[in-house]
């Protein structure tokens, strides 16, 4: 009879926690991000925090935030720090000082749940449909939104963006997950998956990581098998 023993070494990993004690305004943490530039970004449901070295600045809405409740945050190639509030809109940072774009300018809802950028263009998602901004002339933002919402009755909520071999996906709540097709005029939609519940997405190589309620899902991306990839799918991380 033979024996096997499996020995584990558990890795520690230098840690540094934040809370409204030090640099927090609020507890409820909705986006975090790292800017080009080294800095930590943390949108909260009462303000945003930048934390520069040692250097900490708070943003709320009398700084010029659209509103308090950051949940998404994004950066363009100009080092512009990008906002997304839900209730607000958009807000972008240029370093000194805020501008806000809600749906005055022609953002589809002013919910907003996530943000990505990819190729000069900004795709925002929000609890019904989702706006892209094209951002090569970033002095007139405002005429350059393009909207897209569902024709159904319910809302299009989006969940998250991610992108694949020069394509851009949405990822909705209960709505599916559909190819973005922009010509820089007009935002069509190709369907990949109908319907399923999904609360967030990542790329890895070439499979797409959907976490779904109790579990997860690891598939391969091929935009016209992506269904039946699903269906067949192992649920991942159930305890």
Same mark, same amino acid.
């Given at each position: 009879?033979?024996?096997?023993?499996?020995?584990?070494?558990?890795? !520690?990993?230098?840690?540094?926690?934040?809370? %409204?004690? &030090?640099i927090?305004p609020?507890?409820?943490?909705?986006?975090?991000?790292?800017?080009? =530039?080294?800095? #930590?970004?943390?949108? $909260?449901?009462n303000?945003?925090?930048?934390?520069?070295?040692?250097?900490?600045?708070?943003?709320?809405?009398?700084?010029?935030?659209?509103?308090? $409740?950051?949940?998404?945050?994004? @950066?363009?190639?100009?080092? !512009?720090?990008?906002?997304?509030?839900?209730?607000?809109?958009?807000? =972008?940072?240029?370093?000194?000082?805020?501008?806000?774009?809600?749906?005055?300018?022609? *953002?589809?809802?002013? @919910?907003?749940?996530?943000?990505?950028?990819?190729? %000069?263009? #900004?795709?925002?998602g929000?609890?019904?449909?989702?706006?892209?901004?094209? #951002?090569?002339?970033?002095a007139?933002?405002?005429?350059?939104?393009?909207?897209?919402?569902?024709e159904? =009755?319910?809302?299009?909520?989006?969940? %998250?963006?991610?992108?694949?071999?020069?394509?851009?996906?949405?990822?909705?709540?209960?709505?599916?997950?559909?190819?973005?097709?922009? %010509?820089?005029? @007009?935002? !069509?939609?190709?369907?990949?998956?109908k319907?399923?519940?999904?609360?967030?997405?990542?790329?890895?190589?070439?499979?797409?990581? *959907?976490?779904?309620? @109790?579990?997860?899902?690891?598939?391969?991306?091929?935009?016209? +098998? *992506? =269904?039946? &990839? *699903?269906? +067949?799918?192992?649920?991942?991380?159930?305890?």
């Amino acid at each position: 009879m033979f024996f096997f023993c499996l020995s584990v070494v558990a890795q !520690h990993y230098p840690s540094k926690h934040y809370t %409204d004690q &030090n640099i927090l305004p609020n507890t409820t943490v909705r986006s975090v991000f790292f800017s080009s =530039r080294g800095g #930590l970004w943390i949108g $909260t449901d009462n303000g945003l925090v930048h934390k520069q070295n040692e250097t900490v600045v708070s943003y709320f809405e009398e700084d010029g935030l659209a509103l308090n $409740t950051i949940w998404a945050l994004a @950066e363009d190639s100009k080092h !512009h720090i990008w906002a997304g509030s839900y209730g607000g809109g958009l807000s =972008r940072f240029n370093g000194t000082s805020w501008e806000v774009f809600s749906t005055d300018e022609g *953002l589809v809802h002013a @919910e907003v749940t996530t943000l990505s950028i990819f190729k %000069d263009v #900004l795709y925002v998602g929000t609890s019904d449909g989702f706006s892209i901004v094209t #951002l090569q002339d970033s002095a007139r933002v405002s005429s350059k939104i393009h909207s897209f919402k569902h024709e159904k =009755r319910s809302p299009f909520r989006v969940q %998250d963006f991610f992108t694949h071999n020069g394509a851009v996906y949405v990822v909705t709540y209960d709505k599916g997950i559909y190819k973005v097709l922009f %010509d820089g005029k @007009e935002i !069509h939609l190709e369907t990949c998956v109908k319907k399923g519940l999904f609360y967030a997405s990542a790329v890895q190589g070439d499979s797409l990581l *959907l976490g779904q309620k @109790e579990y997860f899902k690891k598939i391969a991306i091929r935009p016209n +098998k *992506l =269904r039946q &990839n *699903l269906q +067949k799918a192992p649920q991942l991380g159930r305890s």
